[in-house]
Nanobody, 125 residues
Framework: QAQLVESGGGSVQAGGSLRLSCAASAYISERHCMGWFRHVPGKSREGVAALDTYGRTNYAASVKGRFTISQDDTKNTLDLQMNNLSPEDTAMYYC???????????????????WGQGTQVSVSS
């Protein structure tokens, strides 16, 4: 199974921005459906943003208007631009793929079969 490797996490103050990237050449080149998820200890993992084969996107209500998911075909990465961050966005962020092409940018983690190791995002007030 091909690897997914996240990068770009870090610590920022509220109102700041971060850009996460996920190296996933095997999946990006095949236009497999991809997503970003986040997890806070003690809580369920949450779908944040998803991208389907045709470029359609889906966002959690809590991040809509602040986060943007995109695919960089030159770098073969899945990116997540996060603006106007708040302490509630603090979490471990994971890149995931369904490992197949689809027409549904789902935020349901059960549909995703391959996951990265995660990158930590910490937002201070």
């Amino acid at each position: 199974q091909a690897q997914l490797v996240e990068s770009g996490g870090g610590s920022v103050q509220a109102g700041g921005s971060l850009r996460l990237s996920c190296a996933a050449s095997a999946y990006i080149s095949e236009r497999h459906c991809m997503g970003w998820f986040r997890h806070v200890p003690g809580k369920s993992r949450e779908g944040v943003a998803a991208l389907d084969t045709y470029g359609r996107t889906n966002y959690a209500a809590s991040v809509k208007g602040r986060f943007t998911i995109s695919q960089d075909d030159t770098k073969n990465t899945l990116d997540l631009q996060m603006n106007n961050l708040s302490p509630e966005d603090t979490a471990m962020y994971y890149c995931a793929t369904k490992a197949y092409r689809c027409n549904s940018p789902s935020l349901s983690q059960d549909e995703y079969s391959a996951w990265g190791q995660g990158t930590q995002v910490s937002v201070s007030s």
